[in-house]
């Protein structure tokens, strides 16, 4: 009988599994694995300010849905310290714009269009890709404005 591991939740076939029916056993770890990695995460965010959080980072889109101008924010490494090469996705479900910008704008760095700091600004329906190349420095590509 397979176990379940603790990291994952998935069941891994013992060495026992692997011989009477091994290639059941290895099929139903991959089809376990793909059911827990495939797809995203929705973070529904209504307010008019939301700050990145951990979670964002792994396998997840942060849906913004406002009628008026909101905030998407992301934080120093001193707050959380997102590996570098992660990637956060947001969406502008609402008729509000949202800007993407730094909490801490003098100690965070996000860029766009160019080698330009700038707050990128999403429209209703559009979406972009946050990008952290270094250490409280992140880049922003997609339907940016």
Known sequence: MATTTTNFGFDIPQSSDLVKNGATAI????????????????????????????????????????ASANTFSIPTDATYAFPTGTTLLVYQKGVGVTTIQAVTSGTTTVVSAGAVAAAPVLARYKSAACIKIAANSWIVVGAVA
């Not at 770890?29 to 792994?58: E, H, M, R, S």
């Open 27 to 66: 099929a139903l770890l991959g089809q376990d694995i793909d059911t827990q990695f495939a797809g995203l995460t929705v973070n529904a965010q209504t307010g008019t300010t939301y700050t990145a959080v951990k979670a964002d980072g792994l396998n997840a889109i942060v849906t913004m849905d406002n």
